[in-house]
């Protein structure tokens, strides 16, 4: 019996090591691995590379390479945006997403009066801004 | 004509007799003896292996025979899949993640406007108002 638990020990962890080895290796790049053009595109996040993980690179690879056939102002904003992007807390990273996700989801014709609608809330007095995002005090009492 | 009626009526030819010339035999000979050369050799008694297989699983289970490839291999084929499924979805995550910040990066709106709860709050009452 003893045996026998170990062996399907042995297999699972074998299969577990089997899913995770290539991707380490084949998705952990670092800096001088990249080519030229990634460096280039990706200098903002030159200092903070090493410190990414393999996902994470993966990604920022993948972005890189998308990088191209963007339009000239979608690099620059790329550009400008990377570092604060990466330097955001996971959470931080999943709650926008989420919000990208449920805006994405207008209508076109509304999606692009978003940029004024951000001028408009920007305009607003502090305290109204306030009001509209009350402190979540509730949730940290709980903990 | 049904198939019965059909099958019949091919009997009845056949218990006429066929004149077949040597080339045609020995092609049906020969092709004969393909289709059995080819065919999958019969399951030796079902039960008979069943039986083995009880008996090593409850018999000489700490025993190293205990554990025949009966067992590992659908264990192992089990472990593959689940292991491609997981290898699937963790790339179909990834991708999305990836689409989602390459629109994140480049959109219209700042990354503050989708991080700042007061302008989510300020979408959803607009919203709501028109």
Not at chain 2, 20 to 49: I, T, Y
Not at chain 2, 93 to 121: C, M, S
């Amino acid at each position: 019996m003893r045996r026998a638990l170990l062996l399907l020990a042995l297999c699972v962890a074998a299969s577990a090591a089997g899913a995770q080895t290539p991707k380490i290796k084949g998705g952990r790049p670092a800096w001088a691995e990249l080519t030229v053009e990634q460096q280039h595109t990706l200098a903002p996040l030159k200092a903070d590379w090493e410190s990414l993980q393999p996902d994470r690179r993966r990604k920022w690879i993948g972005i890189a390479k998308r990088y191209p056939g963007m339009k000239p102002q979608e690099q620059e904003r790329v550009q400008r945006r990377m570092q604060v992007w990466a330097q955001l807390t996971p959470e931080q990273r999943r709650q926008a997403r989420e919000n990208y996700k449920r805006i994405a989801k207008v209508p076109p014709e509304e999606r692009g009066k978003l940029g004024e609608q951000w001028a408009e809330y920007q305009a607003l007095p502090p305290n109204e801004r306030q009001n509209l995002a009350p402190p979540p005090a509730p949730a940290k009492k709980k903990k | 004509m049904n198939e019965f009626q059909f099958g019949d009526k091919i009997r009845h030819i056949l218990n006429q007799g066929l004149s077949l010339d040597s080339r045609k035999a020995a092609r049906l000979q020969a092709a004969r003896e393909l289709a059995l050369a080819r065919r999958r050799p019969e399951p030796v008694g079902v039960v008979a292996s069943a039986g083995v297989w009880a008996g090593n699983m409850v018999g000489d289970f700490g025993g190293w025979t205990g554990l025949s490839l009966r067992l590992l291999a659908p264990i192992a084929m089990l472990l593959i899949g689940f292991g491609a499924i997981y290898t699937w979805q963790q790339n179909q995550r990834a991708a999305e993640v990836e689409e989602i910040d390459a629109q994140l990066l480049t959109g219209d709106l700042p990354i503050d406007a989708y991080l700042d709860r007061g302008f989510q709050n300020y979408l959803k009452t607009r919203a709501a108002e028109e």
